[in-house]
């Protein structure tokens, strides 16, 4: 028996299939070599090898420079605050009433107009359709009572091209897209108050559209001046129940807010704008010449032009997009649909031309 049990031969130990190797051209996140927990503290299973989930991102910004992007932006205040000179600025592109055939000598509207022009903007391979909304006449009139309507009226009429398009039965891929993502609103630089008309606008139009209150050609005031004004202006905001973007009650998680506090009591952000460059120190930057010398634009010793830059640009643009989808546009779009128990599918659109929404 002894001798028949040392003839058995052991199991045969199969070696473990070979793991496949993250391939060389993929770069691995640093985040991917540490443990993370997942929703409700539990630990995600671990990976036996690289499966590649991390190229999402790479997949993302594929689509995203081949078919571009739009960003509509609004812009409103009176007359000779430099409205289109600071978003000249902002895109580093000339998109201003000249272009778009407004004189400076053209006389004032009677009325609040609603003029827009788009350019198609590209940096490192990447597109974006840029639609400037200018309201020449706004706050320009002896009696303003009202002047904040035909703009909060457009802006609504573009939800509602958008929901037309959502509820055609044969919709295009893409539905044009013509929704105001941002609305800068320019302070007068009174270094004393708000004006009636600016507490009113925003606070009939904070609820509708993203806006980001901004104190124009900063430069006339000094800069004791300007902390109390903005200070003031906060203050008065505060106590008009008007809020802001970016909004306290959007921030998603402890890090966003945070990080948007740092923001919000920065804002409004005092800025001057200018298409010219001029020498300073042997280079050459984009300023506004005064008998004291030169204000430079993208100092922020000399005003907070980089600041919103930055902020409304390189850190929130695709949120100020998802904010004007997920939250004021669904608000009109369920408040459209309980009125009138849901809408008729509508025919093809004639709206080729424009702007395509990639939010």
């Given amino acids: 028996m002894k001798g028949a049990m040392s ?30 927990q997942g929703p409700g503290g539990l630990s995600p299973p671990a990976l036996l090898g690289y499966v590649g989930i991390d190229t999402i991102i790479q997949q993302m910004r594929k689509k995203t ?26 895109f580093k592109s000339q998109v201003n009433r000249r272009s778009a055939g407004w004189g400076r000598d053209d006389r004032i509207p009677k009325t609040v107009e609603i003029k827009s022009l788009s350019h198609v903007i590209e940096e490192g391979g990447v597109k974006m359709k840029l639609t400037v909304i200018d309201t020449p006449g706004f706050g320009d009139q002896v009696n303003n009572e009202n002047c904040w309507e035909p703009i909060s009226k457009y802006i609504n009429e573009q939800y509602e091209k958008f929901l037309k398009e959502e509820v055609n039965i044969t919709r295009k891929k893409r539905i044009p897209d013509t929704r105001v993502h941002c609305c800068l609103y320019f302070i007068s630089p009174t270094g004393h108050s708000l004006r009636q008309l600016d507490i009113e606008f925003m606070k009939h139009l904070s609820g509708v559209v993203n806006i980001i209150p901004v104190i124009a050609k900063s430069d006339t005031l000094t800069p004791e001046e300007k902390n109390e004004f903005k200070q003031r202006v906060r203050k008065e905001l505060e ?30 952000f ?64 369920a408040k459209r649909l309980n009125e009138n128990g849901g809408l008729h599918p509508l025919g093809s659109s004639n709206q080729d031309d424009a702007p395509q929404s990639n939010v």
Avoid at 13 to 21: E, H, L, N, R, S
Avoid at 276 to 285: A, L, P, T
């Fill in 7 to 36: 003839a058995i031969s052991p199991p045969e130990v199969k070696p473990k299939p070979a793991v496949p190797a993250k391939p060389s051209h993929v770069t691995l996140p640093p985040a991917a070599a540490h443990s993370s």
């Fill in 65 to 90: 420079m081949k078919t571009g992007f739009d960003f509509n932006i609004m812009t409103v205040g009176h007359s000779g605050l430099g409205k289109s000179t600071l978003v000249n600025t902002l």
């Fill in 239 to 268: 106590m008009s129940g008007i809020e802001f973007y970016p909004q306290k009650e959007f921030d998603e998680d402890i890090e966003e807010k945070n990080y948007n506090d740092k923001i919000r009591e920065a804002m409004p």
């Fill in 270 to 333: 005092a800025v001057v704008g200018s298409n010219k460059e001029y020498q300073v120190n042997g280079k050459r930057v984009l300023g506004r010449k005064t008998p004291w010398g030169v204000v430079e634009v993208e100092n922020p010793n000399h005003c907070e032009f980089v600041q919103l830059r930055d902020f409304m640009i390189r850190s929130h643009l695709q949120d100020l997009k998802e904010t004007t989808h997920n939250i004021y546009y669904e608000t009109y779009r």
